[in-house]
T-cell receptor, first 111, second 117 residues
Framework: GDSVTQMEGPVTLSEEAFLTINCTYT??????LFWYVQYPGEGLQLLLK?????DKGSNKGFEATYRKETTSFHLEKGSVQVSDSAVYFC??????????FGKGTTLSVSS | GAVVSQHPSRVICKSGTSVKIECRSL??????MFWYRQFPKQSLMLMAT?????????EQGVEKDKFLINHASLTLSTLTVTSAHPEDSSFYIC?????????????FGEGSRLTVL
């Protein structure tokens, strides 16, 4: 079945450092890809999405490009802030189905 | 964006009692809603798909009689944890798709943290 694999955390960075969180997927069709963020004690918020190959999703300085050839959707940010500390989930959604999540990566940014 | 509201956000109950969690789509209609469960520091696991006007579809390993799901209207789905026990303590999150596109984003409720004593 479809699945998502993302890098294990935690990821610990200093403020203004470059961030990459790797995500790869396995899917039989042409899913949409997402990054969701969860702040402590809260629900999930959509960070960005891409619906087809070569699409780039971006929001709040975060970016991810849908790479069909490498089945990847890596999350990047050029300069992280303390307020970016959260858990980040990579996810895919095939037509008409629920979201399938990766295990989540905890990001801690210190000043 | 679309708003999904969940209630209650926190609930503490005694072992053996039942707890109902409501999930409402506030500004759109949702014929389908998804219920997830999240253990501490873990990912979200799909429990069931709630379908308006019909029976829910449960994922493998999820007890239908333990987790009763009712989707009585286009804006409300409920999850009832029956005869709750401490191992049912968890964070339960509902979500719903907006629009007709089958691969669009899901909007999530705030989550409900259940603690069974």
């Amino acid at each position: 079945g479809d699945s998502v694999t993302q890098m294990e955390g935690p990821v610990t960075l200093s403020e203004e450092a470059f961030l990459t969180i790797n995500c790869t997927y396995t899917a039989t069709g042409y899913p949409s890809l997402f990054w969701y963020v969860q702040y402590p004690g809260e629900g999930l918020q959509l960070l960005l999405k891409a619906t087809k190959a070569d699409d780039k999703g971006s929001n709040k300085g975060f970016e991810a490009t849908y790479r069909k050839e490498t089945t990847s959707f890596h999350l990047e940010k050029g300069s992280v802030q303390v307020s970016d500390s959260a858990v980040y989930f990579c996810a895919l959604r095939a037509a008409g189905t629920a979201l399938i999540f990766g295990k989540g990566t905890t990001l801690s940014v210190s000043s | 964006g679309a708003v999904v509201s969940q209630h209650p956000s926190r609930v503490i109950c005694k072992s053996g009692t039942s707890v109902k969690i409501e999930c409402r789509s506030l500004d759109f209609q949702a014929t389908t809603m998804f219920w997830y469960r999240q253990f501490p520091k873990q990912s979200l696991m799909l429990m069931a798909t709630s379908n308006e006007g019909s029976k829910a579809t449960y994922e493998q390993g999820v007890e239908k009689d333990k987790f009763l799901i009712n989707h009585a209207s286009l804006t409300l789905s409920t999850l009832t944890v029956t005869s709750a026990h401490p191992e049912d303590s968890s964070f339960y999150i509902c979500s719903a798709p907006s629009g007709l596109a089958g691969t669009g984003e899901l909007f999530f409720g705030e989550g409900s943290r259940l603690t069974v004593l």
